[in-house]
């Protein structure tokens, strides 16, 4: 299995970052980043009150994340959009899945309380 110096990498425990320290950390130039900010739409760092870039590290992720597609895997922009959507939409469902088993549960619990509480006023 290749070595990925993309998993290797730290980010530190802030906040935000600002364009070059995303730079820094990801070794991607901060161009590479403001045009990968026009092309995946997943990615939007918030903007300062003077419109400076605070990137969040759920932001450094997603990065990273284009950066193993495009450059580890051989992804074109079009490829890479697709499989991050791809990806999401997975999210989406595990999320939704997740959320009715939840339900499943619950109501299971309210059963039992029903039925102890049924038996309680026998």
Same mark, same amino acid.
């Given at each position: 299995?290749?070595?990925?110096?993309?998993?290797?990498?730290?980010?530190?425990?802030?906040? #935000? #970052?600002?364009?070059?320290?995303?730079?820094?950390?990801?070794?991607?130039?901060?161009?590479?980043?403001?045009?990968?900010?026009?092309? #995946?739409?997943?990615?939007?760092?918030?903007?300062?009150?003077?419109?400076?870039?605070?990137?969040?590290?759920?932001?450094?992720?997603?990065?990273l994340l284009i950066q193993r597609l495009l450059y580890n895997e051989g992804f074109?922009?079009?490829?890479?959009?697709?499989?991050?959507?791809?990806?999401?939409?997975?999210?989406?469902?595990?999320?939704?899945? #997740?959320?009715?088993?939840?339900?499943?549960?619950?109501?299971?619990?309210?059963?039992?309380?029903?039925?102890?509480?049924?038996?309680?006023?026998?």
């Amino acid at each position: 299995m290749e070595n990925n110096p993309v998993q290797e990498i730290q980010i530190p425990d802030k906040l #935000f #970052f600002t364009i070059r320290e995303v730079s820094d950390i990801t070794k991607v130039k901060s161009y590479i980043l403001r045009y990968w900010e026009k092309q #995946f739409k997943i990615l939007k760092p918030v903007r300062s009150i003077g419109g400076q870039r605070a990137y969040r590290k759920k932001d450094i992720e997603m990065v990273l994340l284009i950066q193993r597609l495009l450059y580890n895997e051989g992804f074109t922009i079009d490829g890479a959009k697709k499989k991050l959507k791809d990806l999401r939409k997975n999210e989406v469902q595990m999320e939704i899945n #997740f959320k009715e088993l939840e339900l499943v549960e619950t109501i299971e619990k309210l059963k039992k309380k029903l039925g102890d509480l049924k038996k309680t006023m026998e």
